[in-house]
């Protein structure tokens, strides 16, 4: 009996050396898995993060004024009976094989020779293609739409108006015109001023610039590599310079969106939102 007592001493041992090998092994593969994983998040681009944002900004287009409970300062109005901004002109025709057309095209209603000029440059872009597309004599289909969104921030007015156009077989154009105005000085904001106000960092915005369009324009050539017609971004344009950002809006809770509506000038529905929060 006593000599079989070193043996199962021994057999103990073992037993306590292989259960701390599995126990050493499985926290080493837990650890290098941790690793892995934060690996892998810090490489993978916010793809989902960014498609929600877009979204968003895309929803936000509900052809009115919010005011987000700001009181208003008393302005001088040319329409009284109607609030800061409204739509003023509202078409939905349709002619078979033809057109067409769901538009509302709304207008800033301050008396103010500034404003005057905006009203006028929002007619000329969108009310007058409505005009054209029905004289059209061209033989294919073509869809427009317009809608706009505005919102006040304090004493900032900021209205953004979209448009798509659909012409026949080619590519659907999207159309992103912004305009920022301060209620109280009676001036147009352009994005220093904006920026001012919200207290950026030029240097902190610039960089999420720069993320943003280059994470947009690597998904765009893996699509161009695959064949596929994109929009393809030229990264070292001088537009993606924050000081040469003409294009923002100053929206829901405050949030600024710095928009590149490719559609203004090329026929795509390309857009890069970076929303600055």
């Known amino acids: 009996m006593l000599n079989n007592m070193p043996i199962n001493d021994e057999k103990e041992d073992k037993k306590r050396k292989i259960m701390f090998i599995i126990i050493g092994v499985v926290c080493f593969i837990s650890i290098v898995l941790a690793i892995v994983y934060q690996i892998i998040q810090l490489k993978t681009p916010p793809v989902i993060k960014e498609e929600k944002e877009?979204?968003?900004?895309?929803?936000?287009?509900?052809?009115?004024?919010?005011?987000?409970?700001?009181?208003?300062?008393?302005?001088?109005?040319?329409?009284?009976?109607?609030k800061i901004v409204y739509t003023l002109d509202e078409r939905k025709e349709k002619s078979d094989g033809k057109y067409d057309i769901d538009v509302k095209i709304p207008i800033i209603n301050i008396n103010n020779h500034e404003i005057t000029n905006?009203?006028?440059?929002?007619?000329?872009?969108?009310?007058?293609?409505?005009?054209n597309i029905m004289a059209s004599e061209e033989q294919y289909e073509i869809i427009y739409t317009v809608e706009y969104t505005a919102y006040i921030n304090e004493n900032i007015l900021s209205l953004a108006i979209k448009s798509t156009l659909k012409e026949g077989i080619k590519a659907q154009r999207v159309i992103i015109k912004t305009y920022t105005y301060n209620m109280t000085t009676n001036e147009v904001i352009d994005i220093d001023e904006m920026m001012s106000?919200?207290?950026?960092?030029?240097a902190t915005v610039q960089g999420e610039i720069n993320r943003v369009v280059s994470e947009n324009a690597k998904q765009a050539q893996s699509l161009i590599d695959l064949g596929y017609k994109v929009y393809e971004r030229n990264l070292s344009d001088e537009m993606y310079k924050i000081e040469?950002?003409?294009?923002?809006?100053?929206?829901?809770?405050g949030a600024l969106y710095i928009i590149y509506?490719?559609?203004?000038?090329?026929?795509?529905?390309?857009l890069d939102i970076v929303p600055i929060i």
């Open 54 to 82: 877009i979204v968003e900004f895309k929803t936000i287009f509900n052809n009115e004024l919010n005011e987000q409970g700001y009181p208003i300062k008393a302005l001088e109005k040319f329409n009284e009976d109607k």
């Open 244 to 253: 040469n950002v003409s294009n923002f809006f100053y929206g829901p809770d």
């Open 197 to 202: 106000i919200k207290k950026l960092n030029k």
């Open 261 to 270: 509506a490719y559609g203004n000038n090329s026929y795509t529905s390309e």
């Open 118 to 131: 905006i009203d006028k440059e929002i007619e000329d872009t969108f009310k007058e293609k409505i005009d």
